[in-house]
């Protein structure tokens, strides 16, 4: 996919219940997979909010204050979940020959009002609204700088707030999807009464490592302040050249090196 795009898909509304989902968070806290922060007070987060625990049902907390609820990996712990990620998947006509790296599926609660700050993710990211509304704000990735991009990867996932322009909106029922190529920078609000709930495929294709081997050597050159790095694709003898270079770093630091030859 070249830009973000929406569609249809109907996912089983039983496993997204809040009642379903005070349960499921009892076991994702058990092993670590599951927690609860205060959601962001605005468009810019300045600090990650801690965790917070939950003592009552869902629905009590997320009534009481603006909160976000996270599930992460939910299939690798909550298999019923799996079939829910798959037909995300071909509902937003993914090549499932192809290879997709870190394949992930999280869910996500938000208090009714609760925004979420700017940030842009490092991967291709599916979006569905299983309750609630989702409105979610995009912008092109030519709003991030340089050093933005290198950063992503490299505790700058979420990023100063300023005005850009809206690429397109997606206000998202249930039933209402959203997918989007890596690097698009976004925001979100959930307009109330009801909580948001959301449900979220994330995977890295081919060409989205290839282009992340571009951007993390560059991050590295230009802590140096002696090399200005060019982005990915201006050069593909450059690109390849760094594609060679974080392979030898991940055998170094055996990290990454599930993208090694990629």
Request: glycine share 8%; aromatic share 10%.
């Amino acid at each position: 996919m070249d830009t973000p795009f929406g569609f249809d898909v109907e996912l089983d509304p039983g496993l997204f219940t809040l009642d379903a989902l005070d349960a499921l968070y009892h076991r994702g806290v058990a092993q670590g997979k599951a927690g609860a922060q205060d959601a962001d007070p605005g468009f810019e987060r300045k600090e990650d909010p801690p965790l917070i625990p939950l003592e009552r049902p869902l629905a009590e907390e997320l009534a009481a204050r603006k909160l976000h609820v996270w599930f992460s990996d939910v299939p690798e712990w909550a298999p019923e979940y799996g079939a829910a990620r798959d037909k995300v998947l071909d509902a937003a006509g993914i090549d499932r020959s192809q290879r997709l790296f870190h394949l992930v599926a999280n869910i996500r609660i938000f208090s009714p009002e609760g925004p979420v700050a700017l940030h842009a993710d490092p991967e291709t990211q599916i979006n569905v609204g299983v309750g609630g509304r989702n409105v979610w704000h995009f912008s092109w990735p030519s709003g991030l700088s340089q050093e933005e991009h290198e950063n992503l990867l490299h505790g700058g996932h979420f990023l100063r707030w300023r005005e850009l322009e809206i690429w397109k909106t997606f206000d998202l029922a249930p039933g209402n999807a959203c997918a989007a190529p890596p690097r698009w920078p976004h925001w979100l609000e959930h307009p109330g009464p009801d909580p948001a709930v959301s449900f979220e495929v994330g995977f890295f294709t081919v060409e989205d490592i290839r282009d992340r081997k571009v951007w993390d050597v560059n991050w590295m050159l230009r802590k140096t302040r002696v090399v200005k790095p060019r982005p990915p694709r201006e050069s593909a003898g450059n690109d390849r050249l760094k594609h060679r270079v974080f392979d030898a770093i991940s055998v170094a630091t055996r990290r990454g090196t599930e993208f090694r030859g990629v």
